[in-house]
């Protein structure tokens, strides 16, 4: 059985939902949430397992795209951080009627490096990171945190902002750490990639050291009709480290027929 998930509704307007990165919860999106619901009526979700939500009995990208579609408006914005865009892209392609808008924040349709993908992270990278995360949950996620500010010219004063949100909540089940690492090691969306029709914003820092900037402009190559903003000296949460034009660029994008 699907898992009906945690999500939080606020303000008034066009539904704008967002899905968060792995490991996170929705609470990162702190930081232009009361932009946000001063323009859209914002769907915040929290992924199986991962802030209020349950587990998922099964941790494919597929259960997890049918629990997100559980939850989601009948029309909608939808937006992905991260894992949280891999997600967002599945529901683009399978609810075409739903998702009218699609934007993609430091996202990547294949986290995992392979031959033919060189803008990837190493699998045993991602592994190690799970086994720490059993030993040490608090220090990995500190230093997961520091790598995604990595590169960003006001990570000083970004990064404990992005802890105090993240820190708010429980820590993610580990089963669902497990479940979400299985997803970024072995999902690839390149291959149906190109088949997403509705408009497209692509969000991404150039100093982002989690989803290469290459990634994003792949993407935008395979999509010659969508949108790309690139934030300089930004690592990978462009939201926290341009919230206001961040929000300017959604709010601009969701004008587009």
Known sequence: MTPLLHIETLGQ????????????HSGIWDGVRNLLMQRFRL??????????????????LDHW????????????????????????????????????????????????????????MEHKLL?????????????????????QMSGDRDAGKILPQLRQSFFQRAEPDPGALQQGLKIL???????????????????????DVITHPAAAGWMHRQLPQSRYVNFEHCGHAPFLSFPDQFVTHLDDFRTIS
Not at 67 to 87: D, F, H, K, T, Y
Not at 127 to 147: A, D, G, H
Not at 200 to 205: A, K, N, W
């Open 13 to 24: 307007g066009p539904d704008l939902v967002l899905l968060h990165g792995w490991a996170m």
């Open 43 to 60: 769907h915040l979700i929290d992924l199986p397992g991962h802030g209020l939500s349950p587990l998922s009995d099964s941790g494919t």
């Open 65 to 120: 795209v049918e629990a997100v579609a559980g939850v989601l408006p009948e029309r909608c914005m939808l937006g992905g951080w991260s894992l949280g865009g891999q997600i967002a892209m599945e529901l683009a392609l399978r609810e075409p009627q739903r998702v009218e808008k699609l934007v993609l924040i430091a996202t990547t349709p294949c986290f995992a490096r392979r031959d033919d993908w060189e803008w990837g």
């Open 127 to 147: 592994q190690l990171f799970l086994e720490n995360l059993k030993i040490n949950y608090t220090t990995t996620i500190n230093r997961f945190l520091m790598l």
């Open 185 to 207: 090691q072995h999902s690839d969306l390149r291959s149906c990639f190109s088949g997403i029709g509705q408009p497209v914003l692509i969000v991404h820092g150039d100093n």
